[in-house]
T-cell receptor
Framework: GAVVSQHPSWVICKSGTSVKIECRSL??????MFWYRQFPKQSLMLMAT?????????EQGVEKDKFLINHASLTLSTLTVTSAHPEDSSFYIC?????????????FGPGTRLTVL | AQSVAQPEDQVNVAEGNPLTVKCTYS??????LFWYVQYPNRGLQFLLK??????LVKGSYGFEAEFNKSQTSFHLKKPSALVSDSALYFC????????????FGTGTRLQVFP
């Protein structure tokens, strides 16, 4: 149980284009989902917290107009990297917190590797 | 401010030997403590957590962790390491009632040699 998927697992795009990453909780409902960014050989950095049906809360230093988050349902959150640039290349990981049961635990997706050329 | 420290970048251990991966934390409120494991190019897998109750917590794949309030530590342990345990391990803390965010340590790479 508590499986989170991400799609795509990797993506390569040209500079200036937009990329959408999907995060789905497969066997539970998640009122809250989180988006993290991980640089090579570094820890995870929280980018934003998204709650179903409301606007995401962004961490300090994260551009909300560049990283658009939509939490449309209790099982789906999307992160859109707009006008991507090479410095946006990174490993993006989402997590989801169950709406019931182990509500104190985040379950993570497998990650999406974004490479911007 | 809440923080997590993993003092060792890498831990090397021979297969069959016990392993310990260290973690210390700092929070202003009550800590919820977690261990996650990450395999190459993969997301994080939940191993175990401490919320309240017994200081010794047992988790997945034979791992356990001991919560020590006086030393503000939550070290991950396993009695007998396997080569397949080789991965990157992250300790994390949630400062419940304060920021409530999950803050990660910098990670410790565990290498188990045959």
């Amino acid at each position: 149980g508590a499986v989170v998927s991400q799609h795509p697992s990797w993506v390569i795009c040209k500079s200036g284009t937009s990329v959408k990453i999907e995060c789905r909780s497969l066997d539970f409902q998640a009122t809250t989902m989180f988006w993290y960014r991980q640089f090579p050989k570094q820890s995870l950095m929280l980018m934003a917290t998204s709650n179903e049906g409301s606007k995401a809360t962004y961490e300090q230093g994260v551009e909300k107009d560049k990283f658009l988050i939509n939490h449309a349902s209790l099982t789906l959150s999307t992160l859109t990297v707009t006008s991507a640039h090479p410095e946006d290349s990174s490993f993006y990981i989402c997590s989801a917190e169950p709406a019931s049961g182990a509500t104190d635990t985040q379950y993570f997706g497998p990650g999406t590797r974004l490479t911007v050329l | 401010a809440q923080s997590v420290a993993q003092p060792e970048d890498q831990v090397n251990v021979a297969e069959g030997n016990p392993l310990t991966v260290k973690c210390t934390y700092s929070v202003s409120g009550n800590p919820y403590l977690f261990w996650y494991v990450q395999y190459p190019n993969r997301g994080l897998q939940f191993l175990l957590k401490y919320i309240t109750g017994d200081n010794l917590v047992k988790g997945s794949y034979g791992f356990e962790a001991e919560f020590n309030k006086s030393q503000t530590s939550f070290h991950l342990k396993k009695p007998s390491a396997l080569v397949s345990d080789s991965a990157l391990y992250f300790c994390a803390v949630r400062d419940i009632g304060n920021t409530d965010k999950l803050i990660f340590g910098t990670g410790t790479r565990l290498q188990v040699f045959p």
